[in-house]
DNA sequence: GTCTATAGTGGGATAGAC
DNA sequence: GTCTATCCCACTATAGAC
């Protein structure tokens, strides 16, 4: 198992936390309970909590995870000046919450564990979107929209037959006008 | 216990449902047991089964509550022609799910139940929501930012000083340019 | 000191017999 | 309606092996 968390964790907390992710992803999170866990582990579940003090400080590492690989996304979408911005932000946020599912519910499901999570990483995370919307009231509109959509389409809330490309293409355009006409 | 659910239930499960909603709306999703709910009703857990098939059952009965409600508040919001019909909807959508927050995550949480569910009752919350946006793709943009930024709100996602007030009204804005610019 | 295990608490959904 | 029983869960107390 190889580990993460680089100098965040011990190192067999970081094969606890690689471990973590991989039932997470594959199986979602009712089966990340902390005795599949220690099973997948060869260790049996009172053992993770000499690593942990509870599960939630699992769930946090997994956070930061998913933090980290999303603000790589943002960057690589606008790396070299997309003409579009906010489509190319879009499309890359929602590439990696259908990619990664139970990771981006993870992610946002709960209060985020500001206090638990290294310093700035929100912050590096919702840079880019800052900065193709061009006011933070913006930003956070274009957030819910992606947030929304997202969430609509992870948990199979649209009718069977929506057209999801159309509505995504819908919503960008819509937060595209709303950044040129910000000003007027 | 007032009962609920007109002639889709029986007396008893109306009382069942009612109470169910009281736990769920009090003390959210957590506390609604099979166990805590027949404990309310002055009988034990594997009784309910009497009344429901399982735990979902109840669940579902939720659901068509807060759909009936929500369309209830949509139709009151645009009744007689509001001038800014999705600044209606929008106030309307967010003021449902702040005052009903577990049931609004019920609702929206999970793949809808469509086969337990009465005959177009999702058609008629969607409708006003349709006709102030005139189109099927633009209504899902809306409808999706109005789930992400009450559930980024319900879920304590945003920054301890963010100004939600502002992001709703950004994004409200960018709906209403999207939809007179729809035709252009 | 660091890893592990066994045993137990108290909670949950649910099935079956009465 | 009841009861008992099965199987799952997070978590704790305790203690033994290295």
Redesign the interface.
Known sequence: MTAVGGDRLTPRAGEIVAAARRILEREGESALTMRRLAAHLGMKAPSLYKHFSDKEAVEVELIAIAFEETAEAFEAAVAGGAQRPITALAGAYRAYARAHPHLYRLM?????PRERLPEGL?ARAAGPILQAMG????A??A??????????EL?????PD???D??????V???E??KT?EHA
Chains 1, 2 share one sequence.
Do not use: I, K, Q
């Open positions: 946002t499901d709960r209060p985020l929100e006011a933070v009231a913006s956070r509109a957030w819910g929209m992606a947030h929304g959509l997202v969430m609509l948990n199979d809330r649209f009718p929506a057209d999801v159309a509505a995504w293409e819908a919503g355009a819509a937060l006008s709303a006409t």
